[in-house]
């Protein structure tokens, strides 16, 4: 398999290879928690491969794969060894998915799959003043030229190193307990930054609070069917997370999350949207005001009778959340993830993620 990685072809990953990237994403990962007797987290491979159709739909040219060189002519298709995807939301660069099987690691095909996966010409104009990406484009192998991402050194950089004055941000989401993937990514620039905890818990009656009654909450089904509900989404997620994602909006709602928005009675400004799916996954959350996370929490869980308990991602420094779902009984589970990224994501602050591969 070590001799499979050395002369491993990558290719874009079709639709029909889906299966096979799961499966080397079980294969991948399994092995990380049972060399540190950690429980394996639940499986759930048919929602892994609806996640990688999406990102086949609109990121297909951030998709890639690596196979086993097939020298035997027979019918077999190739074993896949690795893949990687990332997506791509305006100046807003994230990658979702890199794995690699356990026995074609540390050759180098990880960081190959990376550097296909990175954005490919520049995202922002080039600003003079701060030694400016590269104008054509990410060659092959070569550093991403999007502001903020310095360059790996002896990895065949072609002269990036952009020092981050732009607006364009790379960005990830890590193990904490995995030191080789946030060392490949530090080195790009996507530095760890924020812990990512998991929280889950039945809260308290009464333990969250009724949102102000100023507030009023609305389900996006009960919204008039006049009502401009994929432009004021646009509209919070620009103003939070810096960029607009109607198609990931779409995916949520197939994916079963049942979303609510959150507006000022009377006067109708809008204040943030919220999701709750009924396994009891909380998320994403957007709000432009932080205060409001006990009530927003409060009532999402309110919608929502789960068999289980309740789960949400919660960013290190979302304070009010934090603090709010600890008060009502959650717990963190495991070990939290990092999100690395090439300057600070201040929007993470107001916001609770859907999930580490789609924030
Ligand atoms: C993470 C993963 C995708 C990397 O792929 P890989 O093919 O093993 O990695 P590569 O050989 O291309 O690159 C390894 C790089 O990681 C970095 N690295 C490795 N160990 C490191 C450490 N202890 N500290 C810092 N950086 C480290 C180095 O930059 C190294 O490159 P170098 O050997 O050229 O210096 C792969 O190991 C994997 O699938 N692991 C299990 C699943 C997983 O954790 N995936 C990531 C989820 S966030």
Redesign the pocket.
Known sequence: MRDD?DHAILRPIRPDDILGCVD??YD??D??YRRLDQPLPPRDPASLGRLIGHLLDHDADRAWLAEAPSSTGDDRPPRIL?F?TAWQRESTWY?A??????Q???????????LRTFPRGPMDPPDPEDGAPDPGGATEGGAPVLDGAAA?P??GATGGGATGAGSGLMA????S???????????YGMVPRVPLFTAIGRPRPGSLPALPRDVVATGFEALPATYPLAGTLAGLDRATLGFERPQDHRFWAREGRRGVLFRRAGAGDVLGYGYAQPSGRLGPVALLDETLYPGVLGTLVARESPPGPYLALVPGVNHRAIVALLHAGFRFEGFP?IVGSTRPWEGLARYLPAS?ALP
């Open positions: 990685a080397v994403f991948a990962v092995p990380l690795g990687g990658l998915l890199l794995f690699v099987r356990p074609a690691q540390a050759s180098g095909l990880g960081r190959k799959l990376l790996a002896g990895h990830t989401c890590v193990d307990i995995q030191p080789i993937s946030t060392g490949l990514y530090a080195g993830g580490y």
